[in-house]
């Protein structure tokens, strides 16, 4: 019998999978990607949507933005080159209801993320597990202070 205003336990543990998600994102061992659950992808997408209509946006919704975006910048490629300006328009103000105006470069990288979000599917691939050395490419380089110089096989710069 269940008794009231005691919370459901939640499950620690799953069944063998190639897909898990954990921490908010999904690995797949199979496709070998990180990326985000299809339901963080698609509030991302309309928040976006959303707010490049817009010509104000209050601290408040667009902290909430940063955030989900910052969280996006673990799997998505290009990663936070396009938050810092819409970071950089929380500045100076104080109230959460406080507004502020989308000047024409925070729509432009709220247009930027809403292709990379289309484009990359916030998938990201894991890093090779055998890291390549200068014996096996046949790769060696040096400096001083007059220069620098390459051999590349048996081919050199």
Do not use: H
């Amino acid at each position: 019998m269940k008794q009231i205003g005691v919370p459901l336990k939640q499950e620690k543990t799953v069944p063998p999978t190639t897909v898990l998600t954990f921490l908010g994102l999904e690995f797949d061992t199979n496709m070998m990607e990180i990326r985000l659950p299809i339901d963080k992808l698609q509030k991302l997408r309309a928040q976006i949507s959303l707010y490049k209509q817009r010509k104000k946006i209050t601290l408040y919704e667009l902290q909430s933005l940063v955030g989900l975006l910052n969280f996006a910048c673990a799997v998505v490629q290009p990663r936070c080159t396009f938050l810092r300006r819409l970071i950089d328009l929380t500045k100076g103000l104080r109230k959460p209801r406080q507004r502020c105006r989308l000047n024409k470069e925070a729509k432009a990288d709220l247009e930027a993320w809403s292709l990379f979000l289309q484009n990359f599917n916030g998938k990201s691939s894991f890093l090779e597990d055998a890291w390549q050395t200068s014996v096996t490419l046949q790769l060696y380089t040096d400096a001083s202070g007059l220069g620098f110089g390459g051999v590349f096989g048996n081919r050199w710069f």
